[in-house]
């Protein structure tokens, strides 16, 4: 069973990043997104070649996930 970090849209967390591509899972509160779920294992980031990121790092290419 896969283990999940759980970090609000409005950080600037890999897990919120339009470059992430691990699996994330979004949680609404009263219809708008609150929450994301990603699995805690790393993920390739898109920005960074080379580089495995868990869900709560933070770096400077951050760019906001525009399908939230």
């Known amino acids: 069973m896969s283990s999940y970090a759980t970090i609000r849209i409005t950080e600037r967390k890999c897990a919120t990043c339009s470059f992430w591509s691990g699996e994330r899972i979004i949680d609404f509160r009263a219809n708008k997104p609150f929450y994301v779920k990603a699995v805690t294992k790393g993920a390739d980031c ?21 399908k939230i």
Do not use: D, F, V, Y
Not at 47 to 61: N, S, Y
């Open 46 to 66: 898109i920005a960074m070649k080379g580089r495995r990121p868990t869900p709560g790092t933070t770096c400077l290419k951050w760019k906001g996930w525009e």
